[in-house]
Structure formats: C-alpha cells, structure tokens
C-alpha cells in the first residue's frame, strides 16, 4: 500500500513554464480563510496591497505599511498548500534603489514563507528586478497602470493608448529582460495586450487587459461584490456577497431586537440533561 504523495506547490518557475499554455487563475488573498478557497482553485494568491483599501478603508494603495503586507502576509501563507503566494511590495519600499528593495524583500520572504514578491514600474525598475532575481528573489512584475503611481499618472485611467503604446511595449520588455517570471498587465488596451503577450517568453497576468493574455487577476472582494465603494468596468461580478451579508445582519438585528433570537435550542439548560442527550 503505497503512501499518499503531499500536495506540490506552485513555483515561480511552475508559472514561467505555463506561457503560452492553460490560462493562468490568480486571485488576490488576504485572510487565511480566504486563501484556503483561493488555494483551491487558483494557481497564484496575491496578497495584494490592494488590502489597504478592501480590508482597511484607506483611499489608494499609499499607505500601506510593511507590517501590514507582513501580517496579511502570514495569513495567507498559512493557508495555502498549493497555490503560490505572491506578496506584493508596498509604496516606498523598493523605489529608493536595488539595495533598498533587496532588504524589504528579503524581510518579506523571511517573515511571511512567501516564496516570490511582485513590484510596480517598467524600465526604470528593471536594475532593480535584475538585482533581486540575481539575488534569489523571484519577481512579479506590474506595468500599465500602476496604482501606487495614481498621483503622478493623473488617475486611474487606461494606460497605453495613442502615443503610450510603445512605452508600455518598452516597459514589458524590460522587466523580462530583468529576469521578472511573470508581469501583470493592468488597464492596458486588449490589442497592446495581445501584442506584448506574444513579444514576451514570459506569461503575462491581465487585469483590464483582455482575453489574449496568460492568465488573468480579480480582487476577490470585487469579484465576489465584498468591496462596493466602486466598480471598475473589467470586474466581473461572479456573486453578491455583501448584499447577502447586509441581509443577512438585518435579520440578525430584527431577530435580537423582537427577542427571537436566541431561541431555546440556541441556549444552555439550568439543569444537566440526561445522558446520552445534547445540552
């Protein structure tokens, strides 16, 4: 009788090999509850510090901390055993230069187990990714519109149109030459997209990018309509659960306050039942 064989995880190099081959799934994560559902299905769990704004109330990606990507971090980290954590690098942390970045990224892996992170910016993060994957960590790449850039990019607007293409296509190439594993592709025209998808060995990750890419990547709170404050046209919406949840906690409220809840078989007996029966 032969032993069951432990579940494999997802590498970096796992990711690589999958260009050009079944569409990548990627969901963010920030909870450990979360990402065991998310481990199910998905190949990669971003802890995404898209956190601040979904789980914290924060208006962008801007302040999030390192303690806050280390703690949600963890969690997810804990729930996953087959699915590849990505954590993401938040503003500030790696934009002052390579030495920097090398140091946070290193604290990041170190404190959470994940085994890759992911960082925002084109050619002019490219000596720096190169110095990272030099160096053991394994980088995802982010180009288009980068949110931690929304005050100097002017919003969040698709980035790559008209006079934009090319730089973006320069952007892409850089952060392959770089040595990045993968690169998300966020806001970026579904033709720019298909086009970089095909210049580069290595897969690309859309958010708003169209249909051509490797694989795709969701919020999953807005995915699953948690995060209501606003809607981005790529989001599809595949359940609504803060409806469900607002409904839910209005019954809860009119059950408490009509003294319906708890009933009986909610509460404990004055006296021990006899044995064999639940108390």
Known sequence: ??????????LPADILARKGGTPLVV??????????????????ALVGDSLGMVLHGL??????????????????????QKSMPVIDMP?????????????????????????????????????TIAFLTKRGVPVMAHIGLTPQSVNTLGGYKVVGRDGEAEKVM?????VAAAGAFAVVLEKVPEG????????????????????????QV??????????????PKFVKRYAELGRTADEAIAAYAADVRARAF???????????PPKGTKN
Request: glycine fraction near 10%; include cysteine.
């Open 1 to 10: 009788m032969s032993a069951s064989s432990p579940v494999r995880p997802v």
């Open 27 to 44: 969901l963010t994560a920030y909870t450990t509850p979360m990402a065991r559902i998310v481990d199910a299905h998905c190949d990669v």
């Open 59 to 80: 208006p962008s990606t801007i302040g999030v901390t390192m303690e806050m990507m280390i703690l949600h971090g963890r969690a997810v980290v804990r729930g996953c």
């Open 91 to 127: 503003f500030g942390s790696y934009e002052e230069g390579p030495q920097q970045a090398y140091r946070n990224a290193a604290r990041l892996m170190a404190e959470t187990g994940a085994p890759a992170v992911k960082l925002e910016g084109g050619t002019h993060m490219a000596e």
């Open 170 to 174: 320069a952007d892409a190439e850089a």
């Open 192 to 215: 720019l997209a298909a086009r970089i998808t095909q210049a580069l060995a290595i897969p690309t990750i859309g958010i708003g990018a169209g249909v051509r890419c490797d694989g």
């Open 218 to 231: 969701l919020v999953v709170d807005d995915m699953l309509g948690l995060f209501t404050d606003f809607r």
């Open 262 to 272: 708890p009933a009986p078989e909610h509460a404990f007996a004055d006296v021990l």
